[in-house]
């Protein structure tokens, strides 16, 4: 599956993305680097910046689990089979999104949000405003643009200030400005240069389920799942809360130094479940 090529800053960018032509300007989405593609069976491939998993769900690390979903659940195969030939030729890029240094809004922030897409059959990356398209036409959403087909020649790197998130209240992680040749660079907001200090987890299973499976969670997730016209199983919301957890929880829950053992927690995060649903 193609890999994404690094995003240079902009002091280090090619001199002629700033020269001429017209810039798009995204947020910069601080998550975790998702690739996947379609292959002919219709199974969705998934995979990071170096690997590439395996078909089962427990192949993909958990912190994915939740944007995986996301992507079986929403992404229009029938669309991207009437539009190439060749499936396994297109590889979407995209941001799994999760708490790193930012804690977005989780409530209205989609699990995926995709930044292009890869045309293997004319070996090139689509233009920005293409990917817009594509990832809307296939039922996922993309990155916010906060500036369409910029002037080059009127932007300066140097003086920019990033905007304000889409995405909860405070700023962007940063921007990265892009042409419709491909050519890219990222800009930081100065908040978030350096990696996010957060604090390990180390406390027992028992403590954390209690502390992060609530009554609120669970029950949230039954209704979502009945608004949906969803069954409300056990497992349909046990994995739900989990991987819920796994996204809001990332900083601290898969921290270098977190003692958690995940096998024990998820464990105790069932027994709530089962326990809650059995009272709703």
């Given amino acids: 599956m193609k890999q994404f090529p690094p995003v240079p800053r902009a002091e280090e960018a090619p001199a002629d993305l700033f020269d001429a032509g017209h810039l798009w300007i995204q947020e910069r989405i601080d998550g975790l680097h998702l690739r996947f593609r379609l292959r002919e069976s219709g199974v969705l491939e998934f995979g990071d910046r170096q690997r590439v998993y395996g078909s089962d769900t427990d192949d993909v690390p958990l912190a994915y689990h939740h944007a995986v979903r996301h992507a079986r659940e929403s992404f229009d195969r029938e669309a991207l ?22 804690d977005y809004d989780w409530g209205r922030t989609p699990s995926i949000l995709g930044f292009d897409v890869w045309n293997g059959a004319e070996e090139r990356f ?8 594509v990832y809307d036409r296939l039922g996922l959403d993309s990155v916010n643009v906060f500036q ?4 080059a020649i009127d932007f300066s790197p140097e003086s920019y200030e990033v905007p304000s998130s889409a995405w909860y209240d405070g700023p962007a992680a940063g921007v990265v400005v892009r042409n419709k040749t491909g050519q890219r660079a990222v800009i930081r907001h100065p908040d978030f240069e350096s990696e996010p200090d957060a604090e390990p987890l180390s406390a027992p299973a028992d403590e954390l389920a209690e502390r992060y499976a ?8 039954a209704r979502r799942l009945e608004s949906a016209g969803r069954p409300v199983t056990f497992d349909a919301v046990y994995e739900r809360v989990v991987e819920a957890i796994a996204r809001e929880e990332y900083h601290r829950l898969f921290h270098e130094q977190s003692s958690v053992d995940l096998s024990d927690f998820r464990s105790e995060v069932a027994a709530r479940t089962q326990e809650f649903l059995s009272e709703i």
């Avoid at 689509?126 to 398209?133: A, K, M, T």
């Fill in 148 to 151: 369409k087909e910029a002037r």
């Fill in 214 to 221: 609530t009554r609120q969670r669970v029950e949230a997730v």
């Fill in 81 to 102: 089979r009437a539009s190439v030939e060749d499936l396994s030729s297109v590889v979407f890029f995209a941001e799994a999104t999760v708490r790193r240094a930012i």
């Fill in 126 to 133: 689509l233009p920005p405003d293409s990917v817009e398209r």
